[in-house]
């Protein structure tokens, strides 16, 4: 945790033009990702490097799969009463000022005492502010264990969440090499008429 890991990602392609959207997919457990959340170990987190560059990026998502375990909580205003209570998990993308959330998903006590699956895709969402700071392929993510608040009550017994699949998926624009290329030349062309008018003032 805390380097920037050098990872194989997915590119996937639509279309020929460098206006079409390209999708890069990251596999977490490529980088080390924590299976298992709870109290104990509340979160993960990592630095990660795309290995590509954008020109816009239009969703950012986190497809994760695993298993949620209720936690059982008692309620102080009928201290008799135990009950399941769901516990949750979240992810973040970026810095301390310009954290990208998804939601918390909450479940397990539909379920308990066994463990109730999810298999979601979650969307990191902040405002309607650009994808700026990501536009690099460079980030830090976070992956977090929540216990729901309850006015009144408490945990007596903590749950937990396991995680057996997850996935960063980045939506955007990546820049194409043609185009590189085309840019290339242009900036060459353009030089070179510079070098020829210089040339004929000269004269």
């Known amino acids: 945790m805390g380097k920037i890991a050098a990872i194989s990602v997915l590119v996937v392609l639509f279309g020929i033009t460098g206006a079409d959207a390209d999708i890069v997919e990251l596999d977490l457990f490529d980088l080390g990702c924590q299976t298992l959340y709870d109290p104990s170990s509340p979160y993960w987190s990592t630095d990660f490097d795309l290995g590509v560059t954008f020109i816009e990026i239009s969703n950012v998502y986190i497809d994760w799969a695993g298993e949620i375990a209720?936690?059982?909580?008692?309620?102080?205003?009928?201290?008799?009463?135990?009950?399941?209570?769901?516990?949750?998990?979240s992810a973040a993308i970026g810095l301390s000022l310009s954290f990208r959330h998804t939601g918390v998903l909450e479940r397990g006590k539909a379920t308990y005492p066994d463990p109730e699956p999810f298999d979601y895709r979650s969307e990191f969402v902040y405002g309607t502010m650009p994808w700026s700071e990501l536009l690099d392929g460079r980030g830090t993510i976070w992956i977090k264990y929540h216990e729901i608040i309850m006015v009144g009550g408490t945990y007596i017994e903590s749950g937990s969440i396991v995680l057996?699949?997850?996935?960063?998926?980045?939506?955007?624009?990546?820049?194409?090499?043609?185009?590189?290329?085309?840019?290339?030349?242009?900036?060459?062309?353009?030089?070179?008429?510079?070098?020829?008018?210089?040339?004929?003032?000269?004269?």
């Open 70 to 89: 209720a936690g059982l909580a008692i309620d102080y205003r009928n201290p008799g009463e135990i009950f399941p209570e769901d516990v949750g998990i």
């Open 164 to 203: 057996n699949e997850g996935r960063l998926i980045v939506e955007g624009v990546i820049p194409e090499p043609a185009t590189g290329l085309l840019l290339g030349i242009g900036i060459i062309l353009v030089r070179a008429s510079k070098v020829r008018m210089s040339r004929y003032v000269r004269k």
